[in-house]
T-cell receptor, first 110, second 111 residues
Framework: GQNIDQPTEMTATEGAIVQINCTYQ??????LFWYQQHAGEAPTFLSY????GLEEKGRFSSFLSRSKGYSYLLLKELQMKDSASYLC???????????FGKGTTLSVSS | DTAVSQTPKYLVTQMGNDKSIKCEQN?????MYWYKQDSKKFLKIMFS???????INETVPNRFSPKSPDKAHLNLHINSLELGDSAVYFC??????????FGPGTRLTVT
């Protein structure tokens, strides 16, 4: 099966760095995704890791350790607009759908 | 151009009614999906569908049925609506390893 766990809420201040962790249990893992979702909007793709290591994309980076069933999303130089839900998702065994965690709501304050 | 579009954006209806939500993608993707996001913001897969195979999440009631007139469209029909069906429904599409395209969502409210 595929169970994905992430913290429910996090808070941070502008300019800071925040790390959102995600752990998963899967038998047939095909990739780990991170999405951002602002209130009332659709999820938007942030990153995709299929191999171990760090993927950097501007202020956002994502890390994966397949042996540990662990990923994190790192957000640097936080801005108020980064306040959103961050969704960790795994590709199911058959590679036919993304299975999402319950999301982490990040609140950035000034 | 909008990659994945859905109509309507808002849908308010009474219990027992039958309704449909439409989805279209202009990306040429082979696979389309329906997700349900409940009040706790949990995004759950309902269906994945391509021109070869329909995969149904077994927890989805059979009142829900996807219908695909062609590769670019996947509509969601819901019969005998219940209060618990109130949620935001997202359509999405993918092609091979290209993921991440969600429609804007349809907020369904059943009264």
């Amino acid at each position: 099966g595929q169970n994905i766990d992430q913290p429910t809420e996090m808070t941070a201040t502008e300019g800071a760095i925040v790390q959102i962790n995600c752990t998963y249990q899967t038998s047939g893992f095909n990739g780990l995704f991170w999405y951002q979702q602002h209130a009332g909007e659709a999820p938007t793709f942030l990153s995709y890791n299929v191999l171990d290591g760090l993927e950097e994309k501007g202020r956002f980076s994502s890390f994966l350790s397949r042996s540990k069933g662990y990923s994190y999303l790192l957000l640097k130089e936080l801005q108020m607009k980064d306040s959103a839900s961050y969704l960790c998702a795994g590709l199911n065994q058959a590679g036919t759908a993304l299975i999402f965690g319950k999301g982490t709501t990040l609140s950035v304050s000034s | 151009d909008t990659a994945v579009s859905q109509t309507p954006k808002y849908l308010v209806t009474q219990m027992g009614n039958d309704k449909s939500i439409k989805c279209e993608q202009n990306l040429g993707h082979d696979t389309m999906y329906w997700y349900k996001q409940d009040s706790k913001k949990f995004l759950k897969i309902m269906f994945s569908y391509n021109n070869k195979e329909l995969i149904i999440n077994e927890t989805v009631p059979n009142r829900f049925s996807p219908k695909s007139p062609d590769k670019a469209h996947l509509n969601l029909h819901i019969n005998s609506l219940e209060l618990g069906d109130s949620a935001v429904y997202f359509c999405a599409s993918s092609q091979d390893q290209t993921w991440g395209y969600f429609g804007p969502g349809t907020r369904l409210t059943v009264t």
